[in-house]
Structure formats: structure tokens, C-alpha cells
């Protein structure tokens, strides 16, 4: 009996105890998130202000701004300035211009990188490590200090009339497209093979026991395993060289030649600039690098959290 009147005596207080600890699991949010979520909002008020800002005087009139000043509320909006920044400009066939450059940029790029990838990552060689320290300098050498004697070597590189109207790789979208392959190499090498070494080699073992060969384990085993990475590096390779506009200015004299980045200097003017248009412009020139997102949204961010998952 004394034992029950114990144990019984002792149930309330168990009974008692257990709200205060679903209490304590309640804990305030530590200063280290809440830091962290004011500056992640920070970050992207100020990264869409200017964007916000270039909409916004790309739908108030020429006159209105130059009565008011471009910080001032709107008399009215108007979409002209849009149409008259595609038709003035030319905008559609430098649009052209720019898909002649980056598609086939991107997918050269991506088909290149896969393959030193994988013979880096896969293949047992003495200079696995050297080649991927070579690929990975690449990138840190700015595109300014090469542009003398690459500009030189351009005038001197031939190519055929079907590549080139000019005979050179200098004016020439082809030129265009090596300069853009050779500086975004390097970097998707680096993402990419970093990625086939989180693959198991377990795999790899099985595969070589059903008999594939080197080109089978390539493309029918790693590369569907890398579409997340492929598609998150498509999606940055295709925003940086569509927004190209060092490489066309100083490789390409045509202006008729150039993509659309380089269009937008076509709305300067020496003396008078309106920036009403070239605001219209350039919000029009960044839909398709939107659309791009939009479309591989899914596999960019799977292709991102896999990357940093399996790292």
C-alpha cells in the first residue's frame, strides 16, 4: 500500500512537469537567424531597387522626366517607350545575334566540361590534378589583361567563309563564341567534377562487371546522374554570356554583328541620351535570361542542393 500510495502520489507531479518542458522547447529565435533573415531581406530590397527604379522610368514619358526630374511621382505611364525601343533599335535581329552566340556557347561549354570531368574525376591519370589546378587558374585571370594580345591574335587566326564574312576570327560570331567557351570552361570543369566525385563507385564497379566501356559509363551513367548540375550550370552560363558586353565591344567592329547587350548603345546619343528608352530597352533585353530561369528553376535549385549536400 505504500508503495501504490507512492507511485500514485507521484503521477501528479509527472503530470505536472510535462507542460513546462513542451514549454521549454518553445525557445526564442537566436540573434544569429534573426541577423541572418534581416539581412537576406536587405539584400533583396537593395538587389531589386535598381531594377524597380529602371521599370519605373521606363513607363513615364520622355517629357515628364525632363519637366520633373526621374525621382518624382508619376503625371502618367505609358508602354511607348517599349515599342519604340524594339523597333528603333533594331532589337529583333540583334536578339538573333545573341542566340547565335549563346546557345551554341552553352552547350559546347557543357558538353566539354562533362568529358574533362569525367576523365579527371574517373580516369586514373598522372596529371588528373595538375589539369584541373589549370582549369580551375583559368578563371582567375581577368579578361582585361589578355585583351591586347588576344585582340592581336584575332587578326591573325583565318577561318573559313562559312564561319567568318570577314575571313578572321576578329568580327566574327564565332570568334565570339571560342572567347566565351574558353573563359566559362575552367569554372564548369570545377563544378562539374566536383559533382561526379560525390557519385558512388560502387556504381562504377557494376557497371564495369556487366561489361561497359568507358563511353557507356560516361553517357548512359553519369551524365543523366549530372542533369540537376548540368541544368543549374546551363542556367548561369546562358545569363553571363547573353549578358556579355566586353568581349563584343572590343572583338567585334559590326555593329550589325553584335548581340543585344551591345544594341543598347545604339539608343546613345552623342549629345542627348534618352534614358526613358534605354531604361525600356534594357528591361526588355533581360526577359529572356528570365525566361530561362523560369523554365529551369526546378532543376537549378535541386541542381544547387544536391551539389551541396553530396559535397
Not at 521549454?24 to 536587405?42: C, E, T
Not at 514619358?61 to 524594339?86: C, I, M, Q, R
Not at 585571370?141 to 589578355?146: A, F, G, K, Y
Request: glycine content about 6%; proline content about 6%.
Amino acid at each position: 500500500m505504500t508503495t501504490d500510495s507512492s507511485l500514485s502520489g507521484s503521477l501528479p507531479q509527472v503530470r505536472a512537469a510535462q507542460p513546462s518542458g513542451a514549454g521549454r522547447r518553445d525557445k526564442p529565435r537566436p540573434w544569429g537567424q534573426i541577423a541572418s533573415q534581416v539581412f537576406l531581406i536587405s539584400a533583396s530590397v537593395l538587389w531589386l531597387l535598381p531594377i524597380l527604379f529602371a521599370l519605373y522610368i521606363a513607363l513615364r514619358p520622355y517629357s515628364e522626366t525632363t519637366k520633373y526630374g526621374y525621382v518624382s511621382l508619376p503625371h502618367s505611364l505609358t508602354l511607348k517607350n517599349f515599342t519604340d525601343a524594339w523597333s528603333s533599335s533594331g532589337m529583333p535581329h540583334f536578339f538573333w545575334n545573341s542566340v547565335l552566340i549563346t546557345v551554341p556557347a552553352v552547350v559546347i561549354v557543357l558538353g566539354l566540361a562533362s568529358g574533362v570531368a569525367f576523365v579527371l574525376t574517373r580516369v586514373n591519370l598522372k596529371v588528373n590534378v595538375a589539369l584541373l589546378i589549370l582549369f580551375t587558374a583559368g578563371n582567375l585571370l581577368p579578361q582585361q589583361v589578355i585583351i591586347t594580345p588576344l585582340y592581336r591574335l584575332y587578326l591573325l587566326i583565318p577561318l573559313p567563309s562559312f564561319l567568318s564574312d570577314s575571313g578572321l576570327m576578329y568580327n566574327s560570331i564565332t570568334g565570339l563564341v571560342v572567347i566565351n567557351v574558353s573563359f566559362q570552361l575552367g569554372f564548369c570543369v570545377f563544378v562539374l567534377s566536383n559533382y561526379m566525385k560525390s557519385i558512388p563507385e560502387e556504381m562504377y564497379e557494376a557497371a564495369l562487371v556487366d561489361g561497359a566501356g568507358l563511353w557507356t559509363r560516361f553517357w548512359r551513367l553519369t551524365v543523366p546522374l549530372c542533369r540537376p548540375a548540368l541544368a543549374a550550370l546551363a542556367t548561369l552560363l546562358t545569363t553571363w554570356i547573353y549578358n556579355d558586353f566586353f568581349w563584343a565591344i572590343t572583338l567585334m567592329s559590326s555593329g550589325d554583328k553584335r548581340p543585344v547587350t551591345s544594341a543598347l548603345a545604339n539608343l546613345q546619343g552623342q549629345f542627348v541620351s534618352n534614358q526613358n528608352l534605354i531604361a525600356a530597352a534594357a528591361m526588355i533585353a533581360a526577359v529572356p535570361t528570365l525566361v530561362v530561369y523560369i523554365l529551369l528553376q526546378k532543376q537549378f535549385i535541386a541542381g544547387l542542393s544536391l551539389g551541396s549536400s553530396k559535397g
